[in-house]
């Protein structure tokens, strides 16, 4: 399958930057080192961000001074941005962004803290799931706060053949329900979901399996914090199913560890990675911005 390489040309088009794509000594990942997303990028540079996004599933661009209008602009670049159903931490005048953080001001949350505390996709639990994530430093703790990344096509690769062929063909149910109740059992300022809210974010089903669409390379398509079950399948068998592949799919060898940097600005593909936040200690300060753009359905 031919890679798409560019979502958008800019209407004038701006003088090249020159940055370098870093390839992590890790199973997946590259720093990009000289790029300001706070200028104009031209189509060329756009292209080679892209393609290094899809030769390494997680970017990190060093040192971005941006704004949130900044931050929004360069994401829409690969596609429509997602509206988080969480609303209450939106950044206010800019609801594309969900505020991800463990500070609370006047007794009150300003962001989601426990945010990916279960490995996952994003947005993995509606008929398009997310396509990528950009998560940008503003406050990080002296220690801890660290992300994880678990390439999904090394996963897949790396099962055996009849596993393979036995699950090629299963289809997964997906809930932002799943763990939501125990979460806020464990964090009970995390919001109660208004009806409103959890008509938003009704079950989606999606293959166990699914081939990205721009590289056409297939990935593992189920995570601990959403996947419920296994169509068709009696509950103890999918259960002992998901456990198998749950264990597999985040092996050391398949995983990046992401100590942030101030100004890092991390952009991941929710097509090819699971994620993971490691934790900040509670008496540390940390938040950041995210964007999620939206993907297409499954296959």
């Known amino acids: ?13 701006a003088p090249a930057q020159h940055f ?4 992590f000594d890790a199973p997946v990942g590259a720093e990009i080192v000289g790029l300001d997303i706070a200028e104009p990028i031209n189509a060329a540079d756009f292209q080679r961000i892209h393609r290094a996004h899809l030769d390494h599933h997680v970017l ?3 040192d971005q001074r941006i704004t949130p209008a900044q931050h929004i602009d360069f994401s829409r670049r690969f596609g429509p941005l997602e509206i988080h159903v969480l609303h209450q931490f939106q950044l206010k005048n800019h609801p594309e962004i969900l505020i991800v953080s463990n500070i609370k001001e006047n007794g009150e949350p300003i962001g989601l803290g426990d945010a990916g505390v279960y490995w996952h996709s994003d947005i993995s639990y509606k008929p398009h799931p997310s396509l990528g994530s950009l998560l940008h430093a503003q406050e990080l703790p002296s220690e801890g706060g660290d992300t994880l990344f678990a390439d999904q096509h090394l996963a897949w690769e790396a099962l055996p053949a009849e596993l393979q062929q036995r699950i090629l063909p299963l289809k997964a149910e997906h809930s932002y329900l799943a763990k939501y ?5 464990k964090n009970p300022w995390r919001p109660k979901l208004s009806q409103a809210q ?6 989606a089903v999606q293959p166990v399996v699914r081939t990205h669409p721009e590289t056409g390379r297939k990935a593992l398509f189920v995570s601990e914090h959403f996947t419920t079950r296994i169509v068709g399948l009696p509950q103890d068998e999918s ?8 264990a597999h799919s985040v092996k050391p060898e398949f995983v990046y560890r992401h100590t ?5 600005l991390v952009f991941w593909d929710n097509r090819s990675l699971m994620h993971l936040a490691a ?4 008496h540390l300060r940390r938040r950041l911005n995210r964007t999620t753009i939206v993907g297409d359905t499954p296959f």
């Open 1 to 13: 399958m031919t890679a798409v390489l560019s979502r958008a040309t800019p209407a004038a088009e």
């Open 260 to 264: 942030w940097a101030p100004h890092d």
């Open 181 to 185: 109740e125990e979460l806020r059992a």
């Open 198 to 203: 959890i008509d938003q974010v009704a079950p």
């Open 279 to 282: 934790g900040t200690p509670d």
């Open 60 to 62: 990190v661009f060093r």
């Open 20 to 23: 370098e794509v870093r390839p």
């Open 239 to 246: 259960d002992a199913l998901l456990a198998e592949l749950f």
